[in-house]
């Protein structure tokens, strides 16, 4: 129960198979009312939000809505720090598509919370936003949104803490949208995701979802917020119910509506001229809408600009009936842009003494989607954390390597190259109180170069399969209550370098492959153990033989006493052969005779030679010696 816990931080399974593969089908859509118990159907539209089955994770609580764009939904789920800093969704049997994914913030209707949580939100592994300080009296700051692809399978959005209140979460919608929408030209693609920073319709004061204008489900369901004015005299707003054309058409399908007002420059101030705050060094896209409202403006080349964005003039002699192909003409233009400073401005420059227009705005941050951790090492990891029984506090959810801002606190990550995917190359989870075992699966862990699991209370055996993590270089399981012998298989770590199993409960023999080849390479420490022995430095393993030990003793003195046996009976029958040798000389054998033969022929040339070899003499001098 205890693991369902840790695993299921904020768990949702949602087991319903809607799906559309073309856009004459309904788009699949799931919306969740967090914290609800049962499933709600919201005014005026009666959309229907899911109740969110969280078996754990999180804590419903009523809802204060901080504004009145927020659904009106009353209840939502918060994240106590207790929980850990990374709390998901898991929202299972999500078609692989695109979607316009948005999350609503919400505040927590009892005194003592705090009224404006603070907290990051990524879904798939990339951070897509972080909440300001100041987002709840902002209509468009108080959700967040982005077009994501989704690969299909689990989709995951997670709320990371960062020690400003707890994460609190009124709403999720995923909503599919076509699978070209908000196609930017370059650069565009599946891993990349577009985050709504602001999408304004001008001359209106009326805040609309896509939902309002009655507008296709393809589309997303945006919000847009009203801009009344860019600035004091600046501007007028026009507006007109004539029919608008070529505006719902894929693959954004803007709601008509979009097209039916829109801000023109006066006389004042030729220029039109918005700004806004942005996150410096990032890339952003702008779309920007127009439609010839204007019952004054009936021609091509009655209105011609210039629009420029941050001082590069992106498209020149704009002329939006000549454009969209007439008056009451959809046209939309997009551009994507690179800032560098903190603010995004965008200048419709009028020309020949005219005024420029505007009917919408929406702009993006571009955002390059997150390389994933291997599959294989997320699920061995989970089933470590299992098995060591992790505290929640460790927030061991989502992927461990991203986003790369929050990663699980205790892994090291690596980015292979080769395979785009992240590795888990250490382990650090050395003095944390974990009271469990260590499983088999660490070995799926195969890019570990280093393992401190250090001051703990671990028990059991040490996993043979660790011999398997052949790029292992640090091993520290010291200290702990590690018991059993050490598996030979440590042997086969070729590039250990240290290895502390000091301050555990093993036993028997240190195995020769580590005792012996590793001695040269490695610094490691044995003491302190319940029973090690047989390296230097530890108890000799006389008194704990084993078996073969025993063969190989009793065997090797076996041979030594039959060799002793041997050079006694050799001795002997030689002692006998020189005994007889004597006693048949002394008989003038013939054998003995030709004996004789030899010293008598030395003896000839000795004295033949005159006393001139004195090698010679003293070869026969000690030669009849050999014989006595
Ligand atoms: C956006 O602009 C790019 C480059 O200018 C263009 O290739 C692309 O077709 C435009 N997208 C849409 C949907 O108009
Ligand atoms: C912005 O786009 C350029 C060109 O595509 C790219 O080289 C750069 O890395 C991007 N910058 C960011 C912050 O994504
Ligand atoms: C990555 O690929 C290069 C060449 O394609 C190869 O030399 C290298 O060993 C590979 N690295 C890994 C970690 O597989
Ligand atoms: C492992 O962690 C312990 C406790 O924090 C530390 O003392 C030790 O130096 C670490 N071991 C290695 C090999 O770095
Ligand atoms: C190791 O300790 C566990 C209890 O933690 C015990 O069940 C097991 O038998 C011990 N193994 C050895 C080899 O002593
Ligand atoms: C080995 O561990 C023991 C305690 O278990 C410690 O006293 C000793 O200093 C360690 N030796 C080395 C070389 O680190």
Not at 7 to 28: D, H
Request: with cysteine; hydrophobic share 35%; glycine share 10%.
């Amino acid at each position: 129960m205890m693991m369902l816990r840790y695993t299921l931080a904020c768990l949702l399974i949602f087991s319903f198979g809607l799906t559309s593969s073309s856009a004459r089908q309904a788009p699949y859509s799931l919306r969740i009312s967090c914290g609800a118990r049962h499933n709600v159907k919201t005014p005026p539209t009666y959309v229907l939000w899911y109740k969110d089955i969280a078996y754990t994770g999180g804590v419903p609580a009523n809802a204060n809505p901080p504004s009145y764009i927020t659904p009106p939904l009353k209840t939502l789920r918060y994240f106590p720090i207790s929980e850990g800093p990374n709390n998901c969704y898991n929202i299972v049997r999500v078609p692989k598509g695109h979607y316009s994914v948005r999350i609503f913030f919400g505040i927590v209707d009892q005194p003592n919370f705090d009224k404006e949580p603070l907290f990051d939100i990524s879904i798939e592994g990339t951070q897509i936003y972080s909440l300001k300080s100041g987002w709840s009296s902002h209509d468009d700051q108080v959700f967040a949104e982005a077009r994501v692809f989704l690969m299909g399978g689990t989709s995951t959005i997670c709320f990371h803490s960062t020690g400003h209140g707890d994460p609190a979460i009124l709403s999720i919608e995923i909503l599919q949208v076509d699978d070209q929408a908000y196609n930017f030209g370059q650069g565009w693609g599946e891993g990349v995701i577009l985050r709504t920073a602001t999408r304004l319709t001008c001359g209106t004061g009326k805040p609309r979802f896509d939902e309002d204008y009655s507008a296709d489900r393809w589309g997303g369901d945006r919000f847009w917020n009203p801009m009344r004015s860019f600035g004091e005299g600046a501007d007028s707003p026009r507006s007109t119910e004539n029919t608008i054309k070529k505006a719902s058409v894929s693959p954004n399908f803007y709601p008509e509506g979009l097209y039916q007002s829109a801000l023109v420059s006066t006389d004042d101030q030729p220029d039109l001229t918005y700004s806004i705050d942005v996150e410096p060094n990032r890339n952003y896209s702008v779309w920007m809408h127009f439609a010839e409202i204007d019952a004054t403006v009936t021609a091509e080349g009655k209105r011609v600009f210039d629009v420029v964005i941050n001082g590069d003039t992106f498209f020149e002699d704009v002329d939006v009936i000549k454009m969209s192909g007439g008056r009451y003409t959809a046209l939309v233009l997009n551009a994507t842009v690179a800032v560098s400073g903190r603010t995004l401005t965008v200048v419709f420059q009028p020309k020949g003494g005219g005024h420029a227009i505007i009917n919408a705005i929406e702009v993006f941050e571009i955002i390059t989607a997150e390389f994933k951790t291997l599959r294989d090492e997320v699920s061995a990891l989970q089933k470590m954390r299992k098995a060591l029984g992790l505290p929640s506090r460790f927030g061991w959810n989502g992927d461990p390597c991203v986003p790369t801002q929050h990663p699980w606190s205790g892994v090291d990550c690596q980015l292979d190259k080769n395979t785009s995917r992240w590795v888990i190359d250490g382990l650090d989870l050395d003095n944390q109180g974990l009271k469990g075992f260590l499983p088999n699966d660490i070995s799926k862990l195969k890019h570990l170069q280093s393992i401190n699991l250090s001051q703990n209370s671990i028990h059991g055996g040490m996993p043979a399969s660790l011999g398997s993590i052949t790029k292992l270089e640090v091993l520290d399981l010291s200290y702990n209550s590690f018991n059993g012998s050490i598996p030979e298989t440590i042997g086969e770590l070729t590039s250990l370098r240290i290895l502390n199993l000091n301050g555990n409960s093993f036993s028997g023999k240190v195995p020769a492959a580590v005792g012996g080849m590793l001695l040269h390479r490695v610094r490691f420490n044995f003491t302190d153990n319940a029973g090690l022995c047989g390296i230097p430095g530890l108890p000799a393993c006389g008194a704990h033989l084993s078996s073969g030990a025993k063969i190989g003793i009793a065997f090797g003195v076996s041979i030594a006493f039959l060799l002793l046996v041997l050079c006694a009976l050799i001795w002997w029958k030689r002692r006998q052969n020189i005994l007889r040798a004597q006693h048949i000389a002394a008989r003038g054998a013939p054998y003995a005779k030709k004996r004789t033969n030899v010293s008598h022929d030395i003896q000839m040339t000795r004295h033949g030679h005159n006393n001139n070899h004195g090698q010679a003499r003293t070869a026969v001098e000690n030669g009849p010696s050999l014989l006595s």
